[in-house]
């Protein structure tokens, strides 16, 4: 049975940004998508630091994209899920 994350990855990933422990982040997006199913060495982890939107608590947010190391385009359902807002 899958553990139940009350966070969302996103959301995680900002917190570590946020309280200095960006060094951290990609080693949690390689967890997450060994629980996935899927070989983080086949990825290339980018993130992106931006503004909140408007209406939330938080002054920013870090968009993770993944990028395939061969070429691939990753599939739209995995790059959907590891931004998913809460």
């Avoid at 553990?3 to 200095?20: D, F």
């Avoid at 967890?31 to 980018?46: S, T």
């Amino acid at each position: 049975m899958a553990r139940y994350e009350p966070y969302t990855l996103q959301m995680q990933i900002t917190r570590m940004y946020q309280e200095g422990q960006s060094l951290f982040a990609k080693t949690k997006v390689a967890d997450w998508l060994r629980e996935r199913n899927e070989d983080p060495a086949a990825y290339d982890v980018i993130f992106h630091q931006k503004p909140a939107p408007p209406g939330s608590k938080e002054v920013m947010v870090v968009e993770i994209e993944l990028r395939r190391r061969d070429g691939q385009p990753v599939e739209a359902w995995l790059q959907q899920q590891v931004n998913h807002h809460a």
